[in-house]
């Protein structure tokens, strides 16, 4: 007699293992033990399993596979830059490890250890490799294929965020007035923009000349421009908070005027052949120029960094720089503050030192 969904069973097989089995979704599903009350009690689990549908039918997909087809559903939804990034991170830290594994038989203990290994080597790489199987292995439960995450019982990896070594505001001084004489050659200009609006460097490369606003002094960002494989791509900000309009500093907008000059094409900053900037060439404009005023190395996005320090500095409410800077969570940007909030508060015990002194 065929069993119903729902139902179970208890047997012992020619080779004297028992079973547990149970009829789940149409499917027959079964456990093995060595005796008979260990078959119960996985037959009991079984049923609780799959009144409460947590029971998956098994299958033979591995990880591998199923990350091919999520990652292919999910590109339809994802920035090119995203979706590159996740193949990346698929192919070089997720296959190479556990690809081979079928999916229902991950477990925390293994995620665990892939993990800490990974973030040894490459602590970044560890947390992105986390929340991208972490998403895909959700879509997995929801989907079916899985009856929980493994790793919803993985401590994420923790990865302390590298805090850039900002310029005092002297020597930020001194650095846009060796950009306004040009020290940079090609791209004092860019540079100058990027410290005196706060833009990421793919927003400044996005902008265009009817998004500034010559009588308000202002520039709206609305898409930024990013290098993918070597492919030059035109997308929306980074969130709904990049799409913003900022008010320019006067040396801000004379780079500007500056760069129009130059009659270059529909985007304000381009490269001198009239391509859009290699951001490496950008890198080593701002590093020869660091180099020669005696500045910490800064990275491009350091500059941004250095847009919030003064922001801070000069009294600007966390709130206003937020939407300033286009950073979709408070949080980001009292980071920024901190860091300037810090040296305030010795500052303050020094000055109570002379009080008292």
């Known amino acids: 007699m065929r069993q119903a969904n729902g139902e179970g069973t208890v047997y012992r097989r020619r080779d004297g293992r028992w079973v547990a089995a149970v009829v789940h979704a149409g499917r027959r599903i079964s456990r093995y033990a060595k005796t008979?009350?260990?078959?119960?009690?996985?037959?009991?689990?079984?049923?609780?399993?799959?009144?409460?549908?947590?029971?998956?039918?098994?299958?033979?997909?591995?990880?591998?596979?199923?990350?091919?087809?999520?990652?292919?559903v999910r590109s339809r939804e994802l920035r090119v830059s995203t979706r590159v990034n996740y193949q990346r991170l698929i192919e070089q830290h997720i296959c190479p490890a556990l690809g081979g594994r079928r999916l229902q038989a991950l477990a925390a203990l293994e995620l665990s250890r892939w993990l800490a290994g990974l973030g040894e080597r490459l602590p970044r790489r560890a947390q992105e490799a986390y929340a991208l199987l972490h998403k895909a292995l959700a879509d997995a439960v929801r989907l079916g294929l899985l009856a929980t995450n493994p790793l919803d019982r993985v401590e994420p990896p923790k990865h302390q965020r590298r805090r850039p070594t900002l310029p005092a505001r002297d020597q930020i001084?001194?650095?846009?007035?060796?950009?306004?004489?040009?020290?940079?050659?090609?791209?004092?200009?860019?540079?100058?923009?990027?410290?005196g609006s706060g833009c990421r460097i793919g927003e400044?490369?996005?902008?265009?000349?009817?998004?500034?606003?010559?009588?308000?002094?202002?520039?709206?960002?609305?898409?930024?421009?990013?290098?993918?494989?070597?492919?030059?791509?035109?997308s929306p900000p980074k969130s709904r908070a990049g799409e913003r309009v900022i008010a320019l500093?006067?040396?801000?907008?004379?780079?500007?005027?500056?760069?129009?000059?130059?009659?270059?094409?529909?985007?304000?900053?381009?490269?001198?052949?009239?391509?859009?900037?290699?951001?490496?060439?950008?890198?080593?404009?701002?590093?020869?120029?660091?180099?020669?005023?005696?500045?910490?190395?800064?990275?491009?996005?350091?500059?941004?960094?250095?847009h919030a320090s003064l922001l801070a500095h000069a009294g600007v409410p966390p709130k206003v720089a937020q939407s300033r800077l286009g950073h979709s969570s408070p949080m980001v940007t009292l980071q920024v503050y901190q860091h300037v909030l810090d040296g305030a508060d010795r500052e303050a015990a020094l000055r109570l030192e002379r009080v008292l002194g």
């Open 204 to 234: 400044a490369l996005g902008l265009e000349w009817g998004d500034v606003d010559w009588q308000e002094g202002s520039v709206r960002i609305s898409r930024q421009l990013l290098e993918v494989g070597g492919e030059v791509h035109e």
């Open 173 to 195: 001084a001194l650095l846009i007035a060796a950009l306004e004489a040009g020290k940079a050659g090609w791209y004092s200009e860019l540079l100058l923009f990027l410290l």
């Open 249 to 306: 500093p006067a040396f801000a907008l004379e780079a500007l005027r500056q760069q129009r000059a130059k009659k270059l094409g529909k985007y304000c900053f381009l490269s001198s052949t009239g391509t859009t900037p290699c951001r490496r060439n950008v890198l080593r404009a701002l590093h020869a120029v660091c180099a020669e005023l005696g500045l910490p190395r800064l990275r491009i996005h350091d500059l941004r960094h250095v």
């Open 36 to 72: 008979r009350r260990e078959a119960q009690k996985q037959l009991r689990e079984l049923l609780e399993a799959a009144a409460e549908h947590r029971l998956v039918p098994p299958n033979k997909l591995t990880l591998e596979q199923y990350l091919a087809e999520w990652l292919e």
